[in-house]
């Protein structure tokens, strides 16, 4: 054990804030700031501002809690701890300045619209009591300003993007951040003056996520079996990356020399978060605009049907009732789910975004709305309006022996599966003329 040392409020501190980036190694802003000459303090704060858009007893919360317990049990032989705070950013940083002599907080970026506000409110008061601000590129490789057009405009197409962000890769090299050698210039104090204000959300901490880079093996035939839900053929890695208790560095670096089709996922991760950063109106707007004026048919009923995995349409049913029983949902059901509820049943993509935020256990904004406006083809880069999945078309071509289907719907081929909510042939005629005359209004402007 280390020598627990005695700090007062005239003691100069550092102060690194846990965020998206749940771990203790190639952490770069923990990095930077346990190599900045200060003994640092470590803070993890649950932000009022956003714990109100979940459910009180919303698993995520638990996934944090716990790992922020983990982490702790890692640092006792450094005689440290992370500081949970509940309060608004705000406030949690009033009370900590009042205590501590800080010199500057560290972080790593966010890229969010909330956290990019956010960020600028805590920067503003830092700066008011003389405390500098520093943010890294943790949760991205690249930032989103490094792989840009000649012309310093961001890439709103896949394919080009990838190219000029692999070439700013090769030209750079991936940089490690070793904060793991560092965790001696840690405080050696264990506990914050200040207490723990009583969470308004529950804590189940028999919740926790285990750590595991994905194997060589699973890489290795990522590209023959990805595409097949009943397969466990997936790294499930993705909860992980969200939270940040695995390097994206050093994923990205092992998939490269397994399997470059995965690293190409990783890149799409890139490519979203991208997009949003530059395009932050994509969360309430579609990317491309005539399609705000798309008339969706808000009905209820087949949207509550669509939720709870009684479409009649089994492949779209297994995928939601996977989403809704273990929070976790294989992207080609992704893909086919969300498609199915914007072009059968034309039914905002809003609506399924904002269903799969609160059910996803790896929800991460950039790439969801990415995602369901790929689908939707109101997005950047995004199915054309006319290309509408088959369901099952999808069924026979990726789960031929209904292996998936009969895991999650158990009633499927027997007298209690309800009929499908809507005719395949029909819906998809309605979507292509209902997007097409969109398209033609807008074109006659």
């Known amino acids: 054990m280390l020598p627990t040392i005695k700090m007062n409020k005239n003691t100069p501190v550092n102060l690194f804030w846990f965020r998206r980036d749940l771990r203790l190694d190639d952490n770069h802003g923990l990095y930077k700031a ?49 500081h949970i705070l509940y309060d608004t950013p705000v406030e949690a940083f009033t009370k900590i300045a009042q205590e501590y002599s800080i010199k500057t907080v560290f972080a790593n970026e966010e890229y969010e619209p909330y956290g990019i506000e956010r960020d600028a409110k805590i920067s503003d008061y830092l700066s008011s009591q003389n405390i500098n601000f520093q943010l890294y590129t943790d949760q991205v490789i690249l930032h989103p300003n490094q792989a840009l057009k000649s012309d310093n405009k961001p890439y709103t197409v ?38 723990l204000s009583p969470f308004d959300f529950t804590i189940n901490k028999a919740s926790r996520l285990n750590i595991r880079y994905p194997a060589e093996i699973k890489l290795r035939d990522y590209e023959s079996k990805r595409d097949f839900p009943a397969m466990d053929a ?80 089994p492949i779209v049913d297994a995928g939601m009732r996977e989403l809704n029983e273990t929070g976790f949902m294989h992207n080609r059901l992704r893909m086919i789910t969300a498609s199915f509820l914007t072009k059968h049943l034309l039914i905002d993509w809003r609506w399924g975004e904002s269903y799969f935020a609160n059910k996803l256990h790896d929800y991460d904004q950039a790439s969801n709305v990415g995602g369901w406006q790929w689908a939707a083809s109101t997005g950047n880069d995004a199915v054309p309006y006319f290309r509408i999945f088959n369901p099952s078309l999808q069924s026979i071509r990726f789960d031929k022996n209904n292996e998936y289907i009969r895991r999650w719907v158990p009633e499927f081929e027997t007298k209690r599966y309800p009929k499908p909510v809507v005719e395949h042939s029909f819906a998809r005629l309605r979507a292509i003329d209902t997007y097409r005359n969109v398209t033609n209004n807008d074109q006659s402007r």
């Open 34 to 82: 346990l190599t900045a000459g200060n003994p640092v303090i470590t803070i993890y704060i649950f932000d009022k501002n956003r714990t109100s858009d979940f459910a009180k007893d919303d698993i995520r919360h638990s996934f944090i809690y716990n790992r922020i317990e983990e982490l702790n049990e890692s640092l006792k032989p450094y005689n440290h701890t992370i």
């Open 234 to 313: 997936t790294t499930k890695v993705s909860t992980l990356l969200r939270y940040g208790l695995i390097s994206i560095r050093r994923l990205y670096k092992m998939s490269y020399n397994h399997s470059f089709v995965y690293a190409k996922e990783l890149i799409w991760r890139e490519f979203y978060a991208s997009i949003l950063f530059h395009f932050p109106h994509i969360t309430t707007q579609s990317f491309k605009k005539q399609y705000d004026a798309l008339p969706w048919i808000l009905n209820e009923e087949h949207f509550e049907r669509w939720c709870e995995g009684k479409t009649g349409y």
């Open 158 to 195: 896949f394919t080009p993007f990838s190219k000029k962000w692999l070439s700013v890769l090769d030209s750079q090299e991936i940089s490690f951040y070793n904060s793991e050698e560092s965790l001696s210039n840690l405080s050696k104090e264990p506990h914050l003056k200040i207490p």
